[in-house]
């Protein structure tokens, strides 16, 4: 049972880095120039 919790714990917070990251990337790569949505 204990396996069982480690890894939904290590899933969630594999899942927020990579929201995080994504979220970082997106903000950096739109903020220079225009944001994307508005090109479109």
Same mark, same amino acid.
């Given at each position: 049972?204990?396996?069982? +919790?480690?890894?939904?714990?290590? %899933?969630?917070?594999?899942?927020?880095? %990579? +929201?995080? %990251?994504?979220?970082?990337?997106?903000? +950096?790569?739109? %903020? =220079?120039?225009? =944001?994307?949505?508005?090109?479109?």
């Amino acid at each position: 049972m204990q396996w069982l +919790f480690t890894g939904l714990l290590i %899933a969630s917070c594999g899942g927020i880095v %990579a +929201f995080t %990251a994504y979220l970082l990337r997106r903000l +950096f790569t739109t %903020a =220079p120039g225009s =944001p994307e949505e508005s090109q479109s």
